[in-house]
């Protein structure tokens, strides 16, 4: 959830910009990034093929990224852990701790391109803004938000040197500017003069004193405009006029209210209830980085939770929780997690809270998170305008904003999108629990999280460095490799009878090239928490040797036993 998010369609507004979560001077103070451990981590998601640019052959497009073989296995268990775990697995008929009753959840998977009236209503089309900034010396464009700077003076000369760095970055970055600025050799840049704080552009310096990041003189960034982040196309082949203006959805959300209706009337879900779904979101953003953090097509999972009125808040501190959880409980790092509940002046008047779950990635400088998932207490804000039409904030309450002429501005369905209740016998508008995660985010996070350096012995008891995932097994992309010790003796030959039995049950792989080292070196860095190998001791008395990825623990097993075994393991 954005931090300036204070209304509620997820909509950028104007810039309430560096509410940061923590104080500018603290992050200053700070270490760099882990940027080398950035580093190796993207370089290892290439070269094993879990995330290249895309349209890489022709020199790639910034903000997009294809999955390779082992990317796309990790994305897809990621996705089916959180339909299982949220949807198909959910004991509708235990009330779970912390939920006030039991609920049901179901499945939805609609367009990426809805009525261009969904993003008029929903806000999208009016104030999905972000701010950009545009240099016209280096032709660069920023974000307004993201930049910042500090005063810097020398003799009789002054100037708002600005960067789009974080951290100690900000401050070398700025440092070796202004020294060029002013003029000054090396050992004369103490002469500068530096007004104490970094502090966002925004607001602080007028832009004709501005030194853009990519800039030799003051005065050539632009005024801020306006951005509208939703992709346009056009529909159909005679296309030419406003009318025919689509979207790509820029949020899977809106399309579970489209359908709110029709999942009532056709399904038996009764209030409370959860409609999830998964699918791709496109955002141009201004400026994608990061990897694939900020990216301009993504995938995000969503909830939208239905419930009455007066049970929402319980229902909001349910799916904080159960949200938080999920992570904990598909191994990501406690420490590297923050839950962030939004501050009271960030809510809208009706709703009981909004919370920010927010890991700690390795390119962000040291204390500072991102965000993964965005928990939302959303009212009936949503139903609303598609029912009555977009909505405003008036005198506190929540209104059809208007045009000149008194008519709505952008007039919602007309269609009574209110629940019945049959066995209280009210009718309302359900209020509305929206936790919304991205898929690439999420995979990144775990991907920074599994990711470690340690050192193992090989063959002959000499440690050896290793590079190890440290995926969950519900995770990992591959369960187990197969490994005969040799390619003779018919150990080939039983390898490949336990492969047969097991692939069908989970991802497994086969492998008899290179030494066993390698071959657990191999499995190591993608993430495989099992290898099974068959040697001389299994023609002898049928048992294999399992490996444990991070307890490097060798144990015997019967041969007969190893499909249970693995099974449970991953159950
Ligand atoms: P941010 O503040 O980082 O731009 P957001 O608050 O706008 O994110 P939401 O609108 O709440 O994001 O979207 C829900 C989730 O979708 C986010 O928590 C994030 O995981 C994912 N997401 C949003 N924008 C992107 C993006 N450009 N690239 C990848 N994932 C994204």
């Known amino acids: 959830m954005p931090s300036h998010y204070t209304f509620a369609p997820r909509i950028k507004l104007p810039p309430a910009p560096f509410r940061k ?44 990224w294809d999955y390779g073989p082992l990317g796309v296995a990790l994305k897809r268990n990621l996705k089916e852990c959180w339909w299982h775990d949220m949807l198909t697995g959910h004991d509708e008929l235990a009330t779970l701790p912390g939920a006030p009753t039991p609920y049901e959840m179901t499945g939805l998977d609609c367009t990426i391109i809805m009525h261009p009236q969904v993003w008029k ?6 104030l999905f803004h972000d701010w950009l900034v545009d240099c016209r010396e280096s032709k660069r464009r920023y ?20 960067t789009e760095q974080s951290g100690d970055e ?31 552009l925004a607001g602080n310096a007028p832009f004709a004193e501005a030194l853009g990041p990519d800039a030799a003189s003051p005065g050539t960034l632009t005024e801020p405009r306006e951005f509208n982040l939703m992709f346009e196309t056009r529909i159909g082949a005679l296309a030419g006029n406003d009318d025919d203006r689509a979207f790509l959805r820029p949020e899977t959300a809106q399309g579970i209210f489209m359908n709110f209706k029709n999942v009532v009337d056709t399904s038996r879900v009764r209030v409370p209830f959860g409609i999830g779904q998964i699918g791709k979101s496109f955002r141009n953003e201004i400026t994608p980085r990061n990897f694939t953090f900020r990216s301009r097509e993504f995938e995000q999972m969503e ?10 808040a319980e229902w909001y501190r349910f799916w904080r929780d159960r949200r938080w959880n999920w992570y904990l409980n598909l191994g990501l790092t406690p420490g590297r997690l923050q839950l962030r509940e939004h501050d009271a002046d960030e809510l809208s008047h009706y709703s009981v809270g909004t919370a920010d779950i927010e890991y700690a990635f390795p390119f962000l400088p040291d204390g500072e998170f991102g965000e993964l998932e965005g928990i939302a207490h959303r009212g009936d804000f949503d139903l609303r305008s598609h029912m009555e039409g977009k909505l405003v904030r008036r005198d506190g309450e929540l209104v059809v904003e208007t045009d000149d002429a008194g008519k709505p501005r952008h007039r919602g369905s007309g269609k009574d999108l209110s629940y019945f209740d049959d066995i209280s016998r009210e009718r309302f508008v359900p209020h509305v629990i929206e936790p919304s995660a991205g898929a690439d985010r999420a995979v990144l996070a775990f991907l920074c999280d599994a990711y470690h350096e340690d050192e193992v012995p090989d063959e002959d008891g000499k440690p ?10 519900r995770l990992a992309p591959l369960k187990v490799a197969i490994l005969p010790l040799v390619k003779k003796d018919g150990m080939p030959e ?7 039995k097991l692939k069908p049950q989970m991802a497994t792989m086969y492998d008899e090239k290179g030494s066993i080292g390698r071959r657990y070196a191999r499995q190591d860095e993608a993430g495989t928490p099992w290898c099974i190998t068959v040697d001389g001791q299994t023609l002898a008395d049928t048992t294999v040797t399992l490996r444990d990825r991070d307890s490097l623990t060798q144990v015997r097993v019967p041969l007969d036993e190893c499909v249970d075994l693995l099974r449970s393991r991953l159950a």
């Open 494 to 500: 039983v390898a490949i009878d336990l492969y047969r």
């Open 143 to 162: 974000r307004y938000d993201h930049l910042k700077g500090r005063w810097a003076s020398h003799r009789e000369k002054r100037v708002f040197v600005v």
């Open 464 to 473: 050896r460095s290793r590079t190890v995932l440290k995926l969950h097994p």
């Open 170 to 200: 900000a401050l070398v970055e700025t440092a070796a500017k202004a020294q060029k600025f002013f003029g000054l050799r090396a050992n004369k840049s103490s002469e500068i003069e530096w007004a104490e704080a970094m502090v966002p």
């Open 21 to 64: 979560k923590i104080s500018q001077k603290q992050s200053l103070m700070q270490k760099q990034p882990e940027q080398s451990r950035m580093d190796k981590i993207v370089s290892l998601a290439k070269r094993r093929g879990f995330i290249f640019q895309s349209s890489e052959i022709y020199g790639g497009l910034n903000g997009f």
């Open 303 to 312: 909830i939208e939770f239905f419930c009455k009125p007066n049970d929402s």
């Open 121 to 126: 209503c929903s806000g999208h089309f009016d």
